[in-house]
Structure formats: structure tokens, C-alpha cells
């Protein structure tokens, strides 16, 4: 599933292959969610910040918060540098 990621200004912007790696992070652990009936989508990145949408089955989980932290050390291993992984609400399509 390719997703149209906002890349807003308020840091620097990512540059092509820095997004490349979150995108592929993402693409990574998305058939173990999707294998539980949920799925996560990248909804933007704002400098430190990787915003992302929990969908299915994710959302009512009671680990949803364990798998974003598994997302998020497996961002900072990736990239080698200390990022947060985001939760946007259902219904946003972007970070803000």
C-alpha cells in the first residue's frame, strides 16, 4: 500500500533516502500486523517525529503501545538516530 507521506517544514525535511528507510521499516513489520488483523500506516515525519496511523485490529489492541515501541526501536536501530514514533487519531491524515 503506497501512502502519499506530508513532509512538513517545522525541521528539516527528510531527505529521499531517510524516508526511503522509514517507509521500508514500515513495510517490514506490516505483515505481522496484518497477520493479527490490523495494519500501520506512515502519515508523515516531522523531523524527529514519525507519524503513524494504527488501523484493524490494532487500534482496540491492549498492545497497540508495545507494538509502537517496537516500531520505534526498530526506526532508531534503522536510521541510527533517536526518533519518536507517533500515533495519529483515526480519521487524520496527517501529524497535526
Known amino acids: 500500500m503506497q501512502t502519499d507521506v506530508v513532509e512538513t517544514k517545522s525541521e528539516a525535511a527528510p531527505d529521499a533516502e531517510r524516508l526511503r528507510r522509514i517507509r521500508d521499516v514500515i513495510e517490514e513489520i506490516r505483515p505481522n500486523l496484518r497477520r493479527d488483523g490490523g495494519d500501520c500506516e506512515l502519515i508523515s515525519v516531522e523531523g524527529n517525529k514519525i507519524n503513524v496511523k494504527l488501523t484493524g485490529a490494532c487500534v482496540f489492541c491492549k498492545l497497540a503501545s508495545a507494538t509502537l515501541e517496537g516500531i520505534q526501536a ?19 491524515r496527517s501529524g497535526h
Open 74 to 92: 526498530k526506526m532508531v536501530e534503522t536510521l541510527g538516530e533517536f526518533v519518536r514514533v507517533i500515533p495519529v487519531p483515526m480519521g487524520s
